[in-house]
């Protein structure tokens, strides 16, 4: 039987360990699968085969150096012997410990495909990408068999930042099982309540500093100004849930703003919105906004090219200047990247703000363009299938190794 590793920190609360997931789930059944994980316990999505542990502690809270360098030795040495033990096909890894792990406990006879989640020249890098990942990147990705990106954007970027032949680099987007997610769209959670006669706009991401979602808030006072009505549901986990819930507080906004913390079917929420939103910095391929798109709702997007432009506005020019105003594309409304300023006070809106309010406004006012968009999240929901993204992985591992 043909045998498979894929290597990822964690089954939990992330873009990338959802695309994993929805990938190992829709695998074809002639391959052993085995997914290598941080500890057992970091597991919130479905997943088809086995799980292997590093009995490393929940690394939620301790995202240190001394951490990411911990569990990058130990998942190389484990992932060498597996390689070596269990005889694989191939070695998929996503995100950047478990990339550099993968490429540096190489083996012959097991072909490793690292996965590509942001672009490199864009990423925000922290002192823990600074000190530990960011200084072997440039090396190791050169030695991957294949280098799958998620984004076209990304793969540019990659071939002009480290030089990689374009035989060795492809993109693969994110695929979704488009009938389960309208299918659980329709179910609303046990216990689930929303504001009645409320014109309920909606984000899902991880509450930290790349999804922006303090800009969102203050954009938010101005859309409250014109729509009294208009209620914001903030669902995700993360460092930022403090800060935010103090930013809340300092405008008043407690009846208009409410965060929902991880939920494990976002999808009713959002099928239940006027407008789904997505405020980041950066991302590689934004799973929220794909899946925004496949509950049907219109979309607002921030312009951070990578994946928003893509699903929005493929006529664009990805690589393209940044938009400086509110502009209608193919599939939804992309706005200006806010700057990444947090603001301590009640300082006035930044321009960007001020045109994602606008863009929110807009749908939430104009009935005929909402439900336009409404019906081209639709057309666009029908290109995203996840079938046809496994073929597409099976492919490339067909071109690099004897199965």
């Known amino acids: 039987m043909k045998k498979v590793l894929f290597s990822i920190a964690s089954l939990y609360d992330g873009g990338a360990e959802r695309a994993l997931s929805n990938i190992v789930t829709h695998f074809p059944n002639d391959w052993e699968i085995d997914i290598l994980l941080n500890n057992e316990r970091l597991i919130e999505y479905p997943y088809k085969g086995n799980i292997l542990s590093l009995s490393l502690p929940d690394f939620r809270n301790r995202k240190t150096p001394i951490y990411f360098c911990r569990e990058l030795m130990k998942r190389t040495c484990v992932l060498r012997k ?16 478990s990339n550099i792990a993968n490429v540096l406990s190489g083996n012959k006879y097991c072909k490793t495909i690292i996965s590509m989640r942001l672009n490199m020249t864009s990423k925000k890098s922290g002192l823990l990408y600074r000190i530990s990942a960011f200084p072997l990147i440039n090396f190791v990705y050169r030695h991957a068999d294949k280098i799958v990106t998620v984004s076209r954007e990304i793969e540019q970027d990659m071939r002009a930042r480290y030089h990689i032949p374009a035989k060795r680099i492809t993109t693969i987007v994110n695929g979704y099982d488009v009938a389960e997610i309208q299918n659980n769209a329709q179910n609303r959670p046990e ?13 899902v991401g991880r509450l930290d500093s790349q999804k922006g979602q ?26 930022c849930r403090q800060m935010l819930k103090r930013m809340i507080h300092l405008f008043k906004m407690e009846k208009h703003i409410y965060l929902l913390g991880f939920q494990s079917n976002p999808f009713w ?93 807009m749908l939430l006012k104009d009935k005929e363009k909402n439900q336009y968009y409404r019906k081209q999240s639709e057309n666009r929901s029908n290109t995203l299938g996840i079938a046809s993204i496994v073929q597409d992985w099976l492919q490339v591992i067909s071109d690099h190794t004897e199965v």
Request: glycine share 6%; net charge neutral; with cysteine.
């Open 82 to 97: 597996l390689k070596k033990n269990n005889h694989y096909n191939v070695c998929i890894s996503f995100l950047d410990s």
């Open 191 to 203: 216990g689930a309540k929303l504001p009645k006669g409320k014109k309920l706009v909606v984000t």
């Open 214 to 239: 303090w800009h969102l808030i203050r954009a938010f006072t101005k859309v409250v100004e014109q729509e009294p009505e208009a209620v914001l549901l903030i669902i995700g986990t993360g460092e």
């Open 269 to 361: 929420y959002i099928a239940q919105a006027e407008v789904f939103v997505l405020p980041s910095m950066y991302e590689g391929f934004p799973n929220s906004l794909a899946e925004a798109l496949c509950c049907k709702v219109p979309c607002v997007a921030t312009d951070f090219h990578s994946g928003a432009r893509e699903l929005l506005a493929p006529e664009m020019d990805i690589m393209g200047k940044p938009i400086k105003k509110v502009t209608e594309v193919q599939y939804g409304i992309l706005t200006p990247v806010c700057s990444g300023v947090m603001y301590k006070g009640t300082e006035p809106l930044e321009t960007a703000e001020r045109k994602l309010a606008d863009a929110i406004l």
